[in-house]
């Protein structure tokens, strides 16, 4: 299945340069929007905060939260020392490289069946708190460049109610959850936000709404999984599906006079310095895991995906369409593409018995 989630990837990231879809774009982007939304109403079913070991979960945030600010720093740092950009440009293009794809990564270590391992609970944690983190940084970023509006402040206002309700009222919603029952709720929840989106200008993406309503649905014990993991069923359909549009999603690629061997000198030592401040975890849990282990946690954090592109997206609607985002997109597609080979490093640092089916909190 990694295999052929690669394979869809780079299918779509071809598709995307070659072809224009710019008149079903709406379209493209309302069905991204409910795969998402579905493979992140997974996530927060199987996500679980313990209330009494609360205090835990903080060391969790600094590493989620340093862990995407490194990346976005190195890359802005690069953007301006030696690509001469402006800094607006480089800070949205740099935060591109911020957060670890909860989606892409989630969809890929299930599919290789790193579920049960330590490496898989320690990157669900972090990967999406990372990708909060890309998101809250986000948000005061936008009004630091394009100056105060009350949609701003009202996303920041939802994010925070959405994460208080993920925690205060965790799994005390007795709904379905089966495979429809997941693809009915995440289409119910991307139709009211774009919706919200079209009548007030509040620009919501999905992720947090959808991670939240996982979380408050309650998985009754008999059930291991949400959903069955069949070579043929709408589990895999949506996922493959949602790989296929991410590819499609990343903006035209322009080099303008730049020769192309400079180019990909640029995108190698880009995707080097994101890949280097994703490795942060390697320094942290020495008490909870081995070497191997922490440094399989570090190479699952490497893959990019919906939130990175989106970073790019609102940065073109700013107008920053310069080399520094061309550059921004080569790197996040180069990381897309390495997904499968970043999963296969994991599922090898992961062959040792005593550490290959770890249930460790």
Same mark, same amino acid.
């Given at each position: 299945?990694?295999?052929?989630?690669?394979?869809?990837?780079?299918?779509?990231?071809?598709?995307?340069?070659?072809?224009?879809?710019?008149?079903?774009?709406?379209?493209?982007?309302?069905?991204?929007?409910?795969?998402?939304?579905?493979?992140?109403?997974?996530?927060?079913?199987?996500?679980?905060?313990?209330?009494?070991?609360?205090?835990?979960?903080?060391?969790?945030?600094?590493?989620?939260?340093?862990?995407?600010?490194?990346?976005?720093?190195?890359?802005?740092?690069?953007?301006?020392? +030696?690509?001469?950009?402006?800094?607006?440009?480089?800070?949205? *293009?740099?935060?591109?490289?911020?957060?670890?794809?909860?989606?892409?990564?989630?969809?890929?270590?299930?599919?290789?069946?790193?579920?049960?391992?330590?490496?898989?609970?320690?990157?669900?944690?972090?990967?999406?708190?990372?990708?909060?983190?890309?998101?809250?940084?986000?948000?005061?970023?936008?009004?630091?460049?394009?100056?105060?509006?009350?949609?701003?402040?009202?996303?920041?206002?939802?994010?925070?109610?959405?994460?208080?309700?993920?925690?205060?009222?965790? *799994?005390?919603?007795?709904?379905?959850?089966?495979?429809?029952? &997941?693809?009915?709720?995440?289409?119910?929840?991307?139709?009211?936000?774009?919706?919200?989106?079209?009548?007030?200008?509040?620009?919501?993406?999905?992720?947090?709404?959808?991670?939240?309503?996982?979380?408050?649905?309650?998985?009754?014990?008999?059930?291991?999984?949400?959903?069955?993991?069949?070579?043929?069923?709408?589990?895999?359909?949506?996922?493959?599906?949602?790989?296929?549009?991410?590819?499609? *999603? &990343?903006?035209?690629?322009?080099?303008?006079?730049? *020769?192309?061997?400079?180019?990909?000198?640029?995108?190698?030592?880009?995707?080097?310095?994101?890949?280097?401040?994703?490795?942060?975890?390697? &320094?942290?849990?020495?008490?909870?895991?081995? +070497?191997?282990?922490? &440094?399989?946690?570090?190479?699952?954090?490497?893959?990019?995906?919906?939130?990175?592109?989106?970073?790019?997206?609102?940065?073109?609607?700013?107008? +920053?369409?310069?080399?520094?985002?061309?550059?921004?997109?080569?790197?996040?597609?180069?990381?897309?593409?390495?997904?499968?080979?970043?999963?296969?490093?994991?599922?090898?640092?992961?062959?040792?018995?005593?550490?290959?089916?770890?249930?460790?909190?």
């Amino acid at each position: 299945m990694v295999i052929i989630f690669c394979l869809l990837l780079i299918l779509g990231i071809v598709g995307g340069q070659v072809l224009d879809f710019s008149k079903i774009y709406e379209i493209l982007s309302l069905i991204t929007s409910i795969c998402l939304a579905y493979i992140m109403i997974e996530v927060g079913l199987e996500f679980s905060v313990e209330k009494r070991k609360i205090g835990s979960y903080g060391w969790d945030a600094v590493v989620a939260v340093i862990a995407a600010v490194l990346p976005a720093l190195l890359c802005f740092s690069y953007f301006v020392l +030696f690509i001469h950009s402006t800094w607006k440009s480089a800070l949205l *293009s740099g935060l591109s490289a911020a957060p670890t794809s909860a989606g892409v990564l989630f969809s890929m270590m299930m599919a290789a069946g790193l579920s049960a391992t330590w490496v898989f609970k320690k990157a669900r944690v972090l990967a999406v708190l990372d990708d909060l983190a890309t998101i809250l940084l986000l948000t005061p970023l936008q009004i630091f460049i394009t100056g105060f509006e009350w949609s701003s402040i009202a996303v920041l206002v939802l994010i925070a109610m959405f994460l208080f309700a993920s925690f205060r009222w965790q *799994s005390t919603l007795s709904w379905p959850v089966g495979e429809n029952w &997941l693809l009915f709720y995440a289409a119910v929840i991307t139709g009211i936000l774009f919706f919200i989106k079209h009548a007030t200008h509040v620009h919501l993406e999905v992720l947090i709404p959808a991670f939240m309503l996982g979380c408050l649905i309650h998985m009754p014990h008999h059930h291991q999984k949400p959903v069955q993991r069949t070579m043929v069923g709408l589990d895999t359909i949506i996922k493959g599906l949602f790989m296929f549009l991410v590819g499609l *999603s &990343l903006p035209k690629i322009a080099l303008g006079s730049v *020769s192309l061997g400079a180019t990909i000198g640029h995108v190698v030592i880009l995707t080097i310095l994101a890949n280097l401040g994703k490795s942060f975890s390697l &320094l942290c849990y020495r008490k909870e895991a081995s +070497f191997r282990e922490r &440094l399989a946690l570090s190479v699952a954090m490497f893959p990019r995906g919906e939130v990175g592109a989106a970073v790019l997206l609102i940065g073109i609607g700013y107008g +920053f369409t310069g080399y520094e985002n061309t550059l921004a997109v080569l790197s996040l597609a180069c990381n897309l593409i390495l997904t499968g080979t970043f999963i296969w490093i994991v599922m090898r640092f992961l062959q040792r018995k005593d550490i290959a089916v770890n249930n460790r909190n």
